[in-house]
């Protein structure tokens, strides 16, 4: 009796043991993980706020220096104008072509649906140099390289993508039931669509454009290819400002970036994840 | 009474040469609540769509109170809808479900209010106006879903298995409230299902659908002791379905056939022309009979204890597998193996005609 119990007793002290190590194992695997995660960005945020004229870490001041200088750089503030058209630009067009396709996607018999959804995400599948190269040689034929409304396109050729993805899975859960109801309690065809079906997919419409904004905001590869001199957008300018010299201002850039693009972002995937 | 609340005539629907209705006919009077009852894959909501005009028949003729609405939207023919998956608009709350069709229809908003305040007393919900369908327990919720449909007064209510996605003791709760507001409104019904029980209990008259036809139709009670053929009866009632060799009509609605070696005498209010069966209900099947019952020499395959009957499966001699439902006490030595002799009355017995393929 009393030896079982102390083999017992053994058997279960090795089995904490082993418990012990393996989640002590875990939270120095995750701890890692995050530290590399995160400690560029809180690198970059550091840096922003040094006081001086050259990388140095830590800085050896302090101050809103490069915050100042980006704001009176009118080289900066003009990227960010462009970069906000552009990417407002893109949104709305993103929007108006998406949620209607992903309408036809999900609610028709229209023949070649799938193939139009596969068709509609190849922007995001294709390897994006590959595909920048392609949209050169097109943009350039229809004249509108290095142009607004070629960048607009382009930026456009990734956010719709995005927007058919968060809209056609918005509307499998709305079924389609409701409008049929809708239509028989005495509602045209555009009000039960309008009235149920858009009005309950207004939360994903709203984060769809978010994201596709910050999808064309945040672009930094096709505008190297399509875009002209003139069409420096934000991130082109910070690949510029790094390749040609290195100034802490992108730090100030970079920073703000972050924090608005991941307001943007949280905000969207909120209301997406939000309870009906 | 008037013309009819609803007539279909000859309606077919052909899906790529495949017939989901096979020239259907069917006429609800009004304050009539009809079932259509059948197997899945028989054609039944495809009829109800073609009612509610979210499909065109590919031929033949619907009428909603003397007019043809086949043209109309369905907006336009004066029909409710009630799904099995209740579709109750998850961004409006109980009242404004439940008023959606009178606003459409542009009531004055004091009319609305009225309006939905009787329906929720009608319904049992009071004070549940500002709740939303999320709130509601899956048997409010059909009562909403009921309500939205009743609200505008419509022709016809089409539901389309309404009480199928409820748990069992709650439907029979909910086939009872139907009933009584279905009443209380005189609304007409026209109403899908596949489940026997609640057809019985709801319906003044069913149709049995089979293969995209009416193959019977008549008041729940006739229906059921009289089927109109081999299918109905087996479908509706659960008959066992015996061979028949021959058989000879009289003038009495009887007929006297020969079955299994026998000659019984039984009731054949169907009258059928070419091949027939006999149509034996499980529960007319007894432990003992007089010399004029059919009698059964069977083998037990399998019993099943539910209560106060027992479910018994044995196979014939000349007629395979046939299921009796005995009392409990009196079939005790019904074990798997036994050979037993039953007995059928001759009036338990119905000589239909066999289903047509």
Known sequence: MAADETVTARRLRRTRTVDRVARTAGVAIATTALVAMLAPVLLTVLVSFSGDDFFAFPPESWGLRQYRELLESPLWGAALQLSF???AAVAALSVAIGVPAAYAIQRSRLPGRHALYAAGLTGMVIPIAAFAVALYGLLSQLGLRGTFVGLVLANA?????????VITAALSRVPPTLELVAMTAGASRLRASLGITVRLLAPAIVASTGLAFVTSFEEAVLVNFVGGVEQTTLPRAILDSARFGTSPVITAIATLMMAGIGLV???SVRLLGRRR | MSEPALELRGVVKAYDGVMALD???LEVSPGELVTLLGPSGSGKSTLLSI????EAPSSGEVSIRGRDVLRMAPAEREVGMVFQSYALFPHMTVAENLGYGLKVRRHARVDRARRVGELLDLLRLPGYGDRYPRQLSGGEQQRVALGRALAYDPEIVLMDEPLGALDRSLRAEMEQELR?????LSATVLYVTHDQHEALALSDRIAVMRAGRVVGIGAPEQLYRE???????RFFANANLLPVDSFELDAAGMATVRCLGQRVRCRAPARPAGRAVLAVRPRSLRRHGDERALKLAATVTETLLLGDERRVTLEVVGAGPVVALLDARDSTAMAPGAAVELFAA???AVLVPEERE
């Not at chain 1, 050729?157 to 993805?165: G, Y």
């Not at chain 2, 089927?227 to 009866?233: K, L, S």
């Open chain 1, 85 to 87: 058209e552009v990417a």
């Open chain 1, 157 to 165: 050729t990734l956010a719709v993508p995005v927007v058919l993805i």
């Open chain 1, 265 to 267: 972002a949280i905000g």
């Open chain 2, 23 to 25: 020239g259907v006919d």
């Open chain 2, 51 to 54: 009612v509610a005009g979210f």
């Open chain 2, 180 to 184: 009584r507001i279905q009443h209380d």
């Open chain 2, 227 to 233: 089927p109109t053929d081999g299918f109905v009866a």
């Open chain 2, 346 to 348: 001759p009036q338990e």
